[in-house]
């Protein structure tokens, strides 16, 4: 008997621990009470400050991080970067920080490398990964998850056309970087753009910095997720048809059922 394929994560859940929850956090919890009373408005019992604010958001994406890879005992690709995010977050929050409750003025700059660095070495890894015993296309897009690969590839040897079917991956793989490249430039310029105006050596600094990066945590799935998703949608469709023509055969036979 096989084994059985290991339960996936549940995207909502996912979105869930490590978006909603993170951006609901920053958004209502930062705020400093007694700053609050210094400008005049009041304190409510739910304002705990920036700085447990930003432990508290951070908590259940790291948890969950940890969690899956105690239950599943291997590493999962999206944990892993999710992982990878809340330490950096983390790290370099302490730095921007000031102990006089100042920020650093180059917070918006710095945070948007950040933000991008994640992407760009993903596309460096994926174009990278391509000659590997193990590229990495196959553990995003073309896995035995979603394709018969096995049979895909004993198509491509009967009808002798491996080059070409080589020069689709490599086409593909490409295709694939480039939508890291294109996250990796989004996410630079919506941490820049949200930063835009913002007054380092305010009273009120480190809850405006916790608020810009709930909305960019929060924004991010609608600027720059939605249209990576698209363009991996049209990578897929382009496989799709490649690998159609190469073989003569249909999606039902490409594609293992859903």
Known sequence: MPDPKPKQEHPLANILINVLIPVMVLSYLSKDPEIQIKLGKEAKPWHLGPLWAMIIALIPPFAYGVWHFVKTKHGNVFSALGFVSVLLTGGLTLYLWNADGSVKPNAGLLFGIKE??????????ILTSHKSDSPLIRVFLYNDSIFDIPRIEQRVAERGVQDAYSRLMLESTRFFAASFLLSAAMNLGLALWFFRGFDALALDALE?????????????????????LVFLFLILMRLLKGLRSLTGMDDKELMHPR
């Open 116 to 125: 991008a660095s994640i992407p760009l070495v993903l596309a460096f890894a």
């Open 208 to 228: 405006n910095y916790n608020g810009i990066i709930a909305k960019l945590t929060g924004w991010s799935f609608a600027v720059i997720g939605l249209p990576v």
